[in-house]
């Protein structure tokens, strides 16, 4: 059974800086691609960062040069560092992985970027 869990969402002011969490089990993380996406009220769910299991990244030009995905292997786990936040970054946030012809998810946690 395949679980990602997420933590480290919350309440900061524009500027500040969140780092999430995702930990996975029941896939072979160290072979698998992850992945942060984000949905806004009212607004379709968009890929926010990606990491191969190379460790080589990408990112959705909003972030770029604010944000930076990383992943651990010993301990199943992908980063999000959220850096110099704004208002627009406000969302609930999803860990994503795909195995074995299925997409997984897990199960948000909110960011509010807020004075």
């Known amino acids: 059974q395949v679980q990602l869990v997420e933590s480290g969402g919350g309440l900061v002011q524009p500027g500040g800086s969140l780092r999430l969490s995702c930990t996975a089990s029941?896939?072979?993380?160290?072979?698998?691609?992850m992945g942060w996406y984000r949905q806004a009220p009212g607004k379709e769910r968009e890929l926010v960062a990606g990491?191969?299991?190379?460790?080589?990244?990408n990112y959705a030009d909003s972030v770029k040069g604010r944000f930076t995905i990383s992943r651990d292997s010993a301990t199943n786990t992908v980063y999000l560092q959220m850096n110099s936040l704004i208002y627009e970054d406000t969302a609930v946030y999803y860990c994503?992985?795909?195995?074995?012809?299925?997409?997984?998810w897990g199960q948000g946690t909110q960011v509010t970027v807020s004075s």
């Open positions: 994503h992985t795909r195995w074995r012809r299925a997409d997984y």
């Open positions: 029941g896939i072979i993380f160290s072979i698998n691609a």
């Open positions: 990491i191969t299991s190379a460790g080589s990244t």
